[in-house]
């Protein structure tokens, strides 16, 4: 079964945790992504290459979305922002690599187009798409991107005050691509996750509504101290 039979209308949990937070250990990722899959997750999006190392020697056959979150540099740029965070992420066991698919001047100076190009031939994964706006979806689907995922609307300076997720602009993007579209970010019921995939939708991300320990009890005590 290839990975897009895999995760045809399914759903995807994102394992990921605050660098700050107790539960950002590679055993505790993995634990959690365990009891996700034994659920019926058919796929988890994980970031860092130790936790997706550790997750890979226990499930050898799910399909991960893998990234690497940089941020050391004055870019707004910071999900697998360059060849060697892609190359990391691919040699820890990803299936699939995400990247930041944004318009935005990239921190090591590389261009979108060619970090795709090496995640292709070089590392032989497929990509995940990043993006914010329909406009760098196009851009991204030109550059030869495999999947256009809707992470990062909402969060850039374009999309600045929208909230994901945003079904109007999932059904403009289902119909304007010709590639898979993943819906990420904001998803946090049942039955949204259920509405993006009869939007048309690829697959679904789900990550603080199953796996955000800590901002759902941030969340929490904040309304009752209100």
Not at 178 to 200: F, H, N, W, Y
């Amino acid at each position: 079964m290839t990975i897009f039979e895999q995760l045809k209308s399914s759903l995807v949990v994102s394992c990921q945790h605050p660098v700050s937070s107790p539960l950002n250990e590679p055993y505790i990722i993995c634990a959690m992504a365990r009891a996700c899959v034994n659920q019926g997750a058919k796929g988890l999006r994980l970031e860092h290459p130790s936790n997706i190392v550790a997750v890979r020697e226990r499930l050898p056959d799910v399909p991960i979305i893998g990234l690497w979150k940089k941020t050391e540099s004055d870019s707004p740029v910071y999900i697998t922002p360059g060849c060697e965070e892609a190359r990391a992420v691919a040699i820890a066991g990803a299936d699939l690599v995400a990247l930041d698919a944004t318009d935005r001047p990239r921190p090591w100076g590389e261009k979108l187009g060619d970090i795709i190009a090496f995640i292709h031939n070089k590392l032989g994964k497929l990509v995940v798409a990043d993006i914010d706006t329909i406009e760098n979806a196009i851009l991204a689907q030109q550059l030869g991107a495999d999947f256009i995922a809707t992470t990062l609307y909402g969060y850039t300076e374009k999309t600045k005050g929208l909230t994901p997720p945003n079904f109007e602009f999932i059904a403009q993007l289902v119909k304007t691509v010709d590639k898979p579209v993943i819906c990420e970010g904001g998803i946090k019921t049942p039955a949204e996750a259920k509405r993006a995939l009869q939007l048309g939708c690829f697959c679904v991300v789900v990550g603080t509504a199953i796996t955000g320990v800590d901002l759902l009890a941030q969340q929490f005590v904040r309304e009752i101290n209100s």
